[in-house]
């Protein structure tokens, strides 16, 4: 988390000796005074944020002296006053910012990240509306646009405005000098003469920037982090209706929405560059001060990092869920008799759930689904593997699943030992609504019907490279019109959480609540168990996450 400077260590050790002592050195005092003469806040332990850390803006600073009498001179402050105060302000600051990267370093998507990034930012800068967006320079997504107290039609309506007039639309686009026409960005803490006021510096001028940003009392310190180049800065505009140089449609947006000044800081790494930027909107003409502006940038830096880290992992998602769907079926075969519907989810981590349907000679059909054991690229190749020799066994042999299986489980112990899998390879006719299967490993298949809803009843058998001789008896099932047999892997029932039993018994009830009028489409009844079984789970689709760790297979048959 953050780190307290060096330098701050050394204060704060400095002054707890002393005191101890009680042989406080008045030197240091004359320094912290000619420090705050120079620009600094004269007390650090003003009020802070609200509903952070435990501190309540209504509750005054501390005062070590008692207000003075009408014609009494004040007493002199006691030793140590101004330094107490100082460092209660520096622990008060510390303490915020800990507990908001601590609520930020708890989410685990993109939207969630910045939706956090945004009440925080918020509460530091003392807004109460603002919007984000992510919009990596590198132009390889993901790019996404997150409103704090603004709805989606506001920012569209926020959008409309040229984003070259806008503040956060000129940092995205990197632009250099002004963010605004006849505008320029507000002075960071701790640079030139000025800050904390929002002046600028003079046309054509470039703001000091060093190598790194200031430490908790605004001092430029060397070792402390720092903006990647070619960023722009922060940018403050406190009178957004009464300044004549903004763009007319900015003006204009802003009277409709209710909001009359900005601040706009910018979202980015080293390692990353420029990954999109924050926006708060105040109701009336304000502007946050340089201490505000010093704890909002150094929670972004560490926003942005958290971010960056993020969207690397979701592009790594994006391009595993890519190669998935590149090795499945492109699409399904339309065989008279059966009507055909498949669903997959990608997991987090990408596993090796796969499905296939392939016409056989005579009419008849082949349905396969399957899960190989592991993760990531290695278990999406073997998965490629295994489902391509499946197909080869099953047109040279399909009518005989256990052969199939039988064929698949040697070609598994002899390439691949150290690796498992469970399948199920059904054998359909049609015409006849016949069908033969074998599982190996494998969850049963669900029939869903007008008169019944019930698994088919398979026989226990072990999962391909798991016994020296696999061997199980195939199950024949005879279907009634209109019934609809479900396949599935075995990560639906792990995303279905808790006990297995109950995972069953879940699955067998949303299967059963099915509408008829969606009984008559394979991939409406699909569609229809899946967001009953996964609707309460915490990283659900629904709930707007991105999914568990497992993959979820489903292959629906619907026989005439």
Known sequence: MLDIPSRVRVHVDAVIAAQHDMRIDMGVCDAIEQREAAGKPAAMSAPHLPKVAGIDPTVPAPAHTATPLPGIPAAAP??????????????????????LTERLARTGTIDEALRELLRAGAALVGARRGMAVLEPADGHGPTTTIGLGLAHADLGTIETVPRSATSYGRILDGLPGGPLPGRRPVSEPGTEAGAGHGTAPEHGAVPRRGTAADDLDGRHRPDGPHRPDGVPGPVAVPDLLGDEHLDPRHREVAARLGFAASYAVPLATVADGRLGAALWLYDEPAEPDERRRHLVGLYGQYASEHLGRLVELERSRAEIATITEELLPTRLPRVPGVGLAARHVTGAQGGGDWYDALPLPEGALGLAVGSVSGSGPSALAAMGRLRASLRAY??????????????????????????SATALFAYAEPARRKVVLAGAGH?????????????????????????????????????????????????LLRRIGGPVDRAFAR??????????????????????????????????????????????????????
């Open 78 to 99: 006691a030793p140590g006053t101004l330094i107490q105060d100082r460092l209660a302000g520096w622990v008060s600051d510390l303490t915020t910012l800990h507990e």
């Open 394 to 419: 099953a047109v040279m042999e399909g009518e005989d699943p256990v052969a199939v299986l039988s064929d698949l489980e040697l070609l598994l112990r002899l390439t691949e030992p150290a690796r």
């Open 443 to 491: 969850a049963p298949p669900l029939v869903v019907g007008g008169r019944r809803t019930e698994y088919v009843e398979t026989s226990l058998s072990a999962p391909l490279g798991m016994l020296a001789c696999w061997e199980a008896p195939s199950v024949e099932l005879a279907l009634e019109p209109g019934e609809t047999v479900l396949l599935y892997t075995d990560g």
């Open 507 to 560: 699955l067998h009830a949303a299967a059963a609540s099915a509408p008829k009028a969606d009984r008559g489409d394979p991939g409406a009844v699909a569609d229809h168990v899946l967001r009953l079984v996964l609707a309460d789970h915490p990283n659900s689709p629904d709930k707007g996450g991105q999914g568990g760790d497992e993959d979820v297979v489903m292959l629906a048959a619907r026989f005439d």
